[in-house]
Nanobody
């Protein structure tokens, strides 16, 4: 059974940093793209960042470019999201997901396994 567990969320002041981690089990992620999504109350779940199986050409949503960095450690079956210069509008539940393919798409339908999410709250 494939399982993704996110951790590292919490409450932080604006301008602060958090590092989210996603631990995968039940599947080796080394051959799959990975993504981090977020969903704020009353809003759709949107892609924040994604990374291919080779870590080439990571994608970032415009709203987080220059502030967030996605990375992966295939040997540890882990994916990370370093979030710097956090803003109140970054407040959301953050989810990691495994892509159906080695590449990573911006579409939620392109991912077939999801974690339960971790809450990130940024106070002003």
């Amino acid at each position: 059974q494939v399982q993704l567990v996110e951790s590292g969320g919490g409450l932080v002041q604006a301008g602060g940093s958090l590092r989210l981690s996603c631990a995968a089990s039940g599947r080796r992620i080394s051959e799959y793209g990975m993504g981090w999504f977020r969903q704020a109350p009353g809003k759709e779940r949107d892609l924040v960042a994604s990374i291919s199986w080779t870590s080439s050409n990571p994608y970032y949503a415009d709203s987080v470019k220059g502030r967030f960095t996605i990375s992966r450690d295939n040997a540890k079956n882990m994916v990370y999201l370093q979030m710097n210069s956090l803003k109140p509008e970054d407040t959301a539940v953050y989810y990691c997901a495994i892509s159906r393919r080695p590449t990573a798409t911006t579409m939620t339908s392109g991912y077939n396994y999801w974690g339960q999410g971790t809450q990130v709250t940024v106070s002003s």
